[in-house]
């Protein structure tokens, strides 16, 4: 996959339309976001297999003008590397301050997110986070007939969010 490129699965020209939008806006949301609370800027990256065994993901619900989730995916590198800079404590491992973290920052980039589109502002409704972490799991959610994957690269680490999504009738 070319860097900055997301993977969707839309048909007709009105969901490119709204896979363009949403694929800015969430490329913006995840930069004003990673800048603002951790001080380091995200830029869209190619591909970017997370490589680890160990990884975390925080899971946040959409319903209402859209249903479905958005997830951000890390290595647990990545995750503590989150959670050291925003709270300026070093973590030893994937614990209950990483997890709040990432769970955290999943949160603050779905809230950004949703507020850059007039529709989602007031008619997207988002779930608290819910977080995984370990060395063997798969998350699965309904087949959404919108599906946004997005790397992104703060310093040498890289993440991964993903959006699936359906817009009503």
Request: with cysteine.
């Amino acid at each position: 996959m070319a860097a900055g490129k997301g993977t969707t699965a839309v048909s007709g020209t009105d969901k490119k339309v709204e896979i363009s939008r949403f694929e800015k806006h969430l490329d913006q949301a995840t930069d004003e976001v990673f800048s603002t609370m951790i001080g380091v800027s995200c830029a869209p990256a190619g591909e970017s297999p997370v490589g680890e065994a160990e990884t975390i993901s925080a899971v946040i619900g959409l319903a209402g003008a859209l249903s479905g989730s958005l997830v951000l995916h890390s290595s647990s590198v990545a995750a503590m590397r989150i959670a050291e800079r925003m709270t300026g404590i070093e973590p030893g491992g994937v614990d209950a301050l990483v997890r709040d973290a990432v769970g955290e920052m999943c949160n603050m980039v779905a809230g950004a997110w949703k507020g850059r589109d007039p529709l989602l502002i007031s008619g997207c409704l988002l779930s608290t986070p819910t977080v995984v972490s370990g060395t063997s799991y798969l998350l699965f959610s309904q087949r959404a007939p919108i599906r946004i994957e997005r790397h992104y690269r703060f310093e040498e680490l890289t993440f991964m969010i993903i959006l699936s999504c359906e817009l009503p009738g």
